[in-house]
């Protein structure tokens, strides 16, 4: 038992690592830390985000895991891990490929046709083109296939109509992955079909959503009448719902996280720079009582990240035990900003720019925070996640199986 | 045991939620959150003519000359409203100020501007991160005059004037001053907070002209202070009280028109639980709350107790409302457009207005151990049930 | 809003304490608390029982809500809770009684014929027979109606055979309330009817259940061909689900309860008494944040029966929200119990009488308390009584409907 | 990366786990449980004979020279079959004081016997309420003779000798002493606690005669209390793991083996989900455990650390599985007949042997400060990660 690379991953660590100092700047310690919240992105942030992206891919460094033929360096899942681990200790531009390349990608190797791979893949490695995912819907969130975008077959083309919504990077992508209902009368999995849509495409209209932060992550996407060729479907009318399998089980929870004992470190900082009652809050029995137990919490997520890193390292890949880290580091994100916040006592309220302790770091966080708690996966559908296929339990009784789409109840009856 | 409010009592909530329903829809908080618009000027307006600013002031000084369990009522529905208007401020804190430290001469000249609503007061104690009290203050009243910064101080920007927590010049000790915020030696500032929906500012004092509040001389401003966040707290948990119900509600609906997998998301177990827990969580704030307005009408020993069980209850059942309110309402709950958001920060915001929970659990055990000490030196005289 | 009798309250406070006070003794200070958890009553217990209960009925104080032709008082809700405050001040043997005259009495009341009121009632009222409830069974718990002891026609007498479970007093009982399956063809709720057994009859097998405290509050109770005779019949054949939900209905939630303010004094002294790191653990931070937290939830627990009460007080009949009290109460007591034990540190292990702190108070309601957030309801019943009741949300959604019951699961399918 | 045990480790577990299953079903638990027996005789001679007592003791003073992570594994089997022996006493507390203090005369007289078992020991810190570590003890050690009480003395009924932290005559310290508990001046008696499937005694010592631990004279006993209590605490974390996941996996199986409404409870969503929840805490244990292990087998220096981290993390999963698997079970669960009350006990015994949860979180905070202060001045000298 021990934290240290094998020879074999130290070497590749050392490459890695020259590949980046030759090529990019290291962090200094006052660098911010990376926003897990998911900001507005500018066009010059995209651009950079492209040159990076391109320099990466003509070294191999852009798609690790995949197949050398399609642009990849055929390593191995820890390699992978290895690469982010050096590349985060580096100045890069925020990473807007991560759908295209952990979702997008694999989906279209596993189910496209190969004029489809070969048109889409290497501008996709090369990050010339972005992609984006259009999946959940306003009334299909935690019920993804409860989704109602429709798509009617016209000659040589599909006409799709409809709405999507929590589309990151929906703004600044050329591609994206949509998942529609092709047959209403079939049964609720059984009418769907997988496109891949050009996001330039007349019909398709972008708005941003403003989150309770005031932060625009997410877009909501419409359709109308939006012409898809049929060339552009991924899989077989009617087995979307397997394609978009491939797609969901390609988005994994991130792995090796646990942050959160970087937000420990500064929760102390916080309660020693804090007076309460005349001494050092961290000298209050209650303040260390709580700031203890958010860091045990956080460093047994940490060390379960240790553990799942430890299966990649032996060629396991990881299931769906990776839900916990994000159940579990969400409510506990949220429970240090609202301690946080109590901490600083009537200056708790305070977000105004230098008045505010800590730069508002945990007002921020705390209004952050709900977002990571329901995107990907609320707290709910991850406890089912870890009961159905962690533990094994029974499933949930169904009441949409086995009945025509258009007659699964979709909201209270009419009266 | 009569443990509830009565009949007028609850015609008056009534009425006042009928009032607030048509006057301060929530689009009323949301645009005071989203303009530069500190409060909702006619709705404060609307509140004065309803005689709510002057309920617990005799009719002597221009109020209605109600009493506290009338104030209750109206706070929860004012909380319910998530009221964009310094309510608690004018009417908890300076209001109350006057009424019980201040003299004659100040009553006259300030209640029934505050009754009128023509004139808003606050109370300005904050000067830093971790403070919850009357301790550590640095402001200082000496001469007549007032110097020090007051962070953050609710409604402090549209105020017309303060009460003020300093220390006076006699030895250590604290007093509560009055002054004019828009008079000489005042500047002061609007500034962010997680709740835009009402204001808060910084207020710098530099030799600002100010008097003793009451005419005993500088008082016992500290426990002045406690005596003030105590009544105060009461009223408050009252508002506290009706934004986490208006919020449970509002969940309640949603999860029962929202369908997934062929069925309302509030008949899946997981949150139907969530939904049962929450409610009692709201229950026993209400029936805390109700001890609080109990003893506050009967200015009762108890109050000190009754205060902090009010607070601490009810801070905790809106923080927990806010929080599931937008996790049950899923992805819409988290964007800006839907209202959630508006309760999660107001209950933020109202959980460390007047110190926080943590503070006031503190000042529960000091007072069941005084009150305890109290029973048992009474012991001796004996008391029947 | 005020905590005083009305007039008439007070009226009829005083008349009861009078009575009291010629009949009974005060207790005093050093009294001990009544037993919340449950101990094995012997017989000597059961005789001061009776004739208390009998002094009580000829002076019309035993069943006051009770119409005064069946040997009640036509008291109201608020008078019988008042009788029950002044009662408790005063030494009286545990009530046994409860049972019989707070669920069988009025379900014999509402369902059963005249001779069956003659013959039941009154002796129930003096206490001369105890009574006691079969209802649960080892497999139908919270699903109460998923019972299985059988009842078969057999000329005038029923023949019952199953097992009963978690009955309190079957020991000492005279008569029990019992509810069969008589048809198992029918579906869950058709198929069942309602006796009250002589639990002297032939056939009729009591054994204690031991509890993890080491208590013996509940019995099991086999039947083995009992005979019963058609007369003891409560309802018709078929409908006695209906008449059991007369009785439930009855089984109230204890009112104006939440004793928790009580156990929060002695947390305090043990608080005050205990040595932490030098000073009484009382004045340390975390523990005080604790205490407070109880001491708030046990009042707001008070309160709300006061609250209750105020409603009893004005005519209105409490409801499910009365759930409440034993969700919040039975937690409650838990955790105070785990942190009574922790506070004690090293010690916090001890029972043995002389050494453990408090007599070991906490270590016992520790191994006490599991019960009460079972028996009665479970948590996770009592959430569902608010959720589906006083909220008015959706009902599960049920499998067992329509269904013959013999084609209802019972267990995992065989392999 | 390498966070596991190793393909031996595993083997050496398994082995154990078979063995236990064999040979300490819970029936052996409950046959201590309910008898006046100290402990399962035949069951400790097994375990002395598969070498597991003597597992981290070198090969030169009769043990089997393995490391930490082996005693860990082994731990954690000896805690899911709540095996009713001194394993706890006589491995984890005694051997290890003499391991890390004792003179080497000290180590050759009562390490083999210890690796044998034919002696068991213990530590015997307990004096009074409220104390969970080397403060406030009053027990002293002058002139070769031992006097005081020690409750509870977890096995001192059935321990041939003890480690004992007494005030020694020098000055206010403390120090170690070994006693032998069956010579003069020593009465023992079993007392009943919260978990009778292990003994627990009260010793008192009458100038009972003894020797300081170590050949260095008077040592620091606090800071080697605290030593011991980390290293004890690791590995008892284990012990808790292994409770708590046994409970666990009991529950898993018997929700869904009962059926209620038609179908098993484990299909309910608020059973599903609180197993869910349950399962992220024993893993966030397992993972804190596995900290401490590396901790403790590699004498890291931030072993202080992760041995509060194993121990509030395992306390609070061990408690959590045991109220959850009672309550989970239903009315059954609360009958002595079941096995819940058998984790629900062992639990709590476990979560105050060594000290509370509270006692370490606040050991945690004063070794981040610490190891703060060490890093920062540290700095200087800049370190690559």
Redesign the interface.
Known sequence: MDFNDTPEEAAFRAEARAWLESNAERKGPDDAPPDLLGERTDSETVQRAQDWQKKKAEASWACLTWPKEVGGRGATAIQSVIWKQEESKFRTPPDIFGIGTGMCGPTIMTHGRDEQKKRWLPSLVTGEEIWCQLFSEPSAGSDLAGLRTSAVRDGEDWTVNGQKIWTTGAQFSDWGILVTRSDPNATKHAGLTYFVVDMHSPGVEIRPITQINGGQGFNEVFFNDVRIPDANRLGEVGDGWRVAITTLMNERASIGGGGGAGSVNELMKLAADTELNGKPAIEDSAVRQRIAEFYVRSKGLQFTGNRTLTALSRGTTPGPEASLGKLVGGKLIQDMAAFGIELEGFCGSLTQEGLAPQDATWQNRYLGIPGLRIAGGTDEVLRNIIAERVLRLPPEQRLDKGVPFRDVPTGPPSK | ??????EDQKLLQKTAKDYLEEHSPLTVCREVLESDAPYARDLWKGAAQLGWLGTAIPEEYGGAGFGY?ELAVIAEEIGRALAPIPFASSVYLASEALLRFGSDTQKQKYLPELASGEWIGTFA??E?????GA??IETSFAGGVLSGTK??VLDGDVANFAVVVARSGHGSGLSLVLTDLDGDGVEREA?????PSRS?A?VVFSKAPAELLGEDGPGDGAGQTDALLDRAAVLMAFEQLGGAARAFEST?EF??????????I????????R???L??EI??????C??G??AL??EDSELGIAA??SR??SSHAF?LAG?EM??LY????????YD??LF??RA??L???L????????K??TR??ES?AAAASAEARNTD?
């Open positions: 045991m009569n443990f509830d409010f009565s369990l104690v904050a830093r991160p971790g403070q919850n301790e550590g962070v953050p500034i962010k907070s997680i709740d808060t910084r309640l999860t029962q028109g929202r369908y997934a997998f062929g069925r309302p509030a008949s899946f177990q997981a949150i139907k639980h939904l049962a827990d409610w009692c229950e026993l704030a209400r029936s805390n109700y001890y307005a109990w009408s009967n902090c069980n601490i209850s923080d929080v937008i996790q899923g992805g819409v709950g988290y964007t800006w457009e959630c958001h999660y920060r933020k915001l959980s460390v207005a110190g926080n929970p943590a503070s006031w659990k503190d529960l055990i069941l151990l305890r049930d």
